[in-house]
């Protein structure tokens, strides 16, 4: 149980254009997920938290404009890369906390490799 | 600190235990998890330990805590080749997960 599934795995973009992650929770609901971005060699860096029915709370030094997140369903967050550029190349990484949950794990995706050229 | 802390890397020989350490920042952590994250892929939750216990044993896992000093370590024993991976541990902080910096464990033959 508690499998969550990240759609592309990879995805090379032009610069300019956007791009659309998609992260599902298989097996369970989960009204909470969250996005982090991963530099190589390098720990994850919580993007933003994502709460199904209302707005994303987006941490300190994130555009919200530009990493666009949507929780339509207890299953279903995505995250849009708007107007791409090449810094934005990086390992995108989601994760589902479980609404019947014992404690604050999270459930991650397998990632997301963009690569903005 | 600020930060959770760990060592970067740590090398052992396939059958010695590995012990990774972890300090973390917040005592009001209620939940310690230790996740692993093998090359290009996510994060497995490995086991988490609850903040009012100083101990738990999961088959070769064995976390022990210690809230004095805010130290959390994952031991593993009789480590294999498939157990070479990049270690994190997180606190919890505000129903956020705040991880370390991750152990590169390197399991030789």
């Known amino acids: 149980g508690a499998v969550v599934s990240q759609h592309p795995s990879r995805v090379i973009c032009k610069s300019g254009t956007s791009v659309k992650i998609e992260c599902r929770s298989l097996?369970?609901?989960?009204?909470?997920m969250f996005w982090y971005r991963q530099f190589p060699k390098q720990s994850l860096m919580l993007m933003a938290t994502?709460?199904?029915?209302?707005?994303?709370?987006?941490e300190q030094g994130v555009e919200k404009d530009k990493f666009l997140i949507n929780h339509a369903s207890l299953t279903l967050s995505t995250l849009t890369v708007t107007s791409a550029h090449p810094e934005d190349s990086s390992f995108y990484i989601c994760?589902?906390?479980?609404?019947?949950?014992?404690?604050?794990?999270?459930?991650f995706g397998p990632g997301t490799r963009l690569t903005v050229t | 600190g600020e930060d959770v802390e760990q060592s970067l890397f740590l090398s052992v020989r396939e059958g010695d235990s590995s012990v990774i350490n972890c300090t973390y920042t917040?005592?009001?952590?209620?939940?310690l998890y230790w996740y692993k994250q093998e090359p290009g892929a996510g994060l497995q939750l490995l086991t988490y330990i609850f903040s009012n216990m100083d101990m738990k044993q999961d088959q070769r896992l064995t976390v022990l805590l210690n809230k004095k000093d805010k130290h959390l370590s994952l031991r593993i024993a009789d480590t294999q080749t498939g157990d070479s991976a990049i270690y994190f541990c997180?606190?919890?902080?505000?129903?956020?997960?705040?991880f370390g910096q991750g152990t590169e464990l390197s399991v030789k033959p």
């Open positions: 994760s589902a906390h479980p609404d019947r949950g014992s404690g604050w794990e999270q459930y």
């Open positions: 997180a606190e919890t902080q505000g129903g956020k997960l705040i």
């Open positions: 097996d369970f609901q989960a009204t909470t």
């Open positions: 917040d005592s009001s952590s209620t939940y």
């Open positions: 994502s709460n199904e029915g209302s707005k994303a709370t987006y």
